[in-house]
């Protein structure tokens, strides 16, 4: 009986993302102490997390299997992003896996003049520590062993290291059709919240299973945000959506020897 209810709590789960103890106790029909218990026990198996009452379906946490995970979309993501950077000398990569692939062509790419990078990712650390003329910071904060990145920043601490970055990418965790990014952390959700705020031009990385799907913890509008880079043209909803906002939409066209298109969204209606 129990184990059945676990399996329809995961098949819940898998099918909306996140949820809260109240919700799930109606769904199951049970008492919220129960759903607790269960918890725990899907807690134990690394199947979910709790933050303040809210239950999250547990991403992949193991950074090597994230890393060859949808390697072909980050890298048309990647490559996408790297046009950006011509003539930028001060840039932050956000802990993904996705930024590591742009990290990678970061580092070949040819440019006059040399780059500083802000990141709390320790792989970005080791793939640019082999160019010369990048140097990195790495924000202070606690080591995830999890997600292998630096979490727990405290915010008022790290502003200073963040002032003046020209451009920041961020890895998103959900895209929602209400024309918001949210992320499946609360405490990514906050330092991306300050990123927002301070880099003069801000670009979010994610391909195109992050569309549709939304997390109790909003980072920013389309409206605050000025790129969206994905590896394949989002569906028409998404596009009316950035239309409405200015944001710039940039994805990757197979076949297409730039292999990007941008639009200022509502030119291909």
Known sequence: MKRKRLNTLKNFLLENGYSNIRELSRYLNVSEMTIRRDLKILQSEGYVEVHGGFVVLKMIKNYSLRKIR????????????????????????????????????LSNMEVDHNIQVVTNDPHIVIELGKTPR??????????????????HHDIEDIKKYLKGIEIAFLGIT??????????????EATLKKEIVKIAKEVAFVADYTKFGKKFPWKVCSFKEADYLITDQKPGVEFIEIAYDSSLKLLYYIPHDSDSINEVKIGEEK
Do not use: H, M, Q
């Not at 209400?178 to 499946?184: K, V």
């Open 70 to 105: 949808n390697i072909k979309e980050k890298e048309k993501i990647a490559e996408i992003a790297v046009k950006l950077l011509k003539d930028k000398k001060f840039i932050y990569l956000g802990g993904c896996t996705t930024n590591l692939v742009i990290a990678r062509k």
């Open 134 to 151: 990048i140097s990195i910071f790495v924000l202070p904060g606690l080591y995830d062993n999890a997600n292998e990145t630096i979490v």
């Open 174 to 187: 959900g895209i929602a059709n209400d024309g918001f990014f949210y992320n499946a952390d609360p405490f």
